[in-house]
């Protein structure tokens, strides 16, 4: 199983591939986790991108491109992956073909409404990187982790101003792979909004991959 999980920020991209890779046994590989985990633990790569990061663009195919290229040449990767914000533009479509060929790009797609909703009411524990939101999926107790207790967080790409920006980069940037990969063929694509659940989208995306 080699996928490609498309959608805009906050489509749920993240979640579903979680569940996907237990169901697929084959890594969850996040180019935004990645990018997190580099900042958090202040790599050399971790300084270059944490700017662009927090103002919400993309960091330059180049890089990202390379840590996607050593990233599934690891030997987890052998029987597969998901990847999940990755590619984002044209170039690192056309990079990844000559990297590997994919069996299947799911679309998921949601209205910008029901996105706006989502990121600005998400919280993520800062140590664990658990994500909540403050309606859809609120923690026991108000702006705190149900486990570590720790004081939520807001990602600094969820506040206002970034997330305009994001969607900016989404529709410019990301959304003519959809075009790129649905003249391939491989486009498979599954509608969701705030009324469904995590298992229900996920229900729907086997069903697409099937
Ligand atoms: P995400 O967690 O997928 O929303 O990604 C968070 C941020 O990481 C994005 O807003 C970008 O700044 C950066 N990023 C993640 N994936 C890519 C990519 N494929 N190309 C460029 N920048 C990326």
Same mark, same amino acid.
């Given at each position: ?20 890779? $237990? ?19 202040? &790599? ?67 209205? &910008? ?34 486990? &570590? ?7 600094? $790409? ?53």
């Amino acid at each position: 199983m080699k996928a490609v999980f498309l959608g805009p920020p906050g489509a749920g991209k993240g979640t579903v591939a979680a569940k996907a890779k $237990d169901y697929y046994k084959v890594p969850h590989i996040s180019t935004g986790d990645l990018f997190r985990y580099n900042i958090k633990n202040e &790599t050399e790569l971790g300084k270059q991108v944490k700017e662009i990061l927090a103002s919400g663009g993309l960091v330059p195919d180049n890089i990202t491109i390379e840590m996607v290229r050593r990233r599934i040449a690891e030997p987890d990767c052998k029987n597969g992956f998901i990847l999940d914000g990755f590619p984002r533009t044209i170039p690192q479509a056309e990079a990844l073909a000559e990297m590997t060929e994919l069996d299947h790009v799911l679309n998921l797609a949601i209205s &910008t409404e029901e996105v706006v909703e989502r990121l600005s009411g998400r919280r993520m524990c800062p140590s664990t990187g658990r994500i909540y939101h403050i309606k859809f999926n609120p923690p026991k107790v108000d702006g705190v982790d149900d486990e &570590t207790g720790e004081a939520l967080i807001q990602r600094d $790409d969820d506040k206002e101003e970034a997330i305009k920006h994001r969607l900016d980069v989404y529709n410019a940037q990301t959304e003519p792979l959809i075009d790129y990969y649905r003249k391939k063929g491989l486009i498979r694509e599954v509608k969701t909004d705030n009324s469904k659940k995590p298992e229900e989208v996920f229900e729907l995306v086997v069903k697409a991959l099937a």
